[in-house]
């Protein structure tokens, strides 16, 4: 029972791990496109 026990306990941390490379990948990709978004309408505005 107990090796059941720490399999699960390990996929639960590999789970929540990949959980937060994920998120923090979102992240940078949400800033990213805000930026291109931001410099786009100071372009358009510009004109």
Request: glycine share 12%; hydrophobic share 55%.
């Amino acid at each position: 029972m107990r090796p059941v026990t720490d399999d699960v306990k390990r996929w639960k941390l590999m789970g929540l791990g990949a959980i937060g490379v994920i998120g923090i990948g979102s992240m940078a990709l949400g800033v990213t496109f805000a930026d291109v978004i931001r410099r786009i309408v100071v372009a358009v505005i510009a004109r």
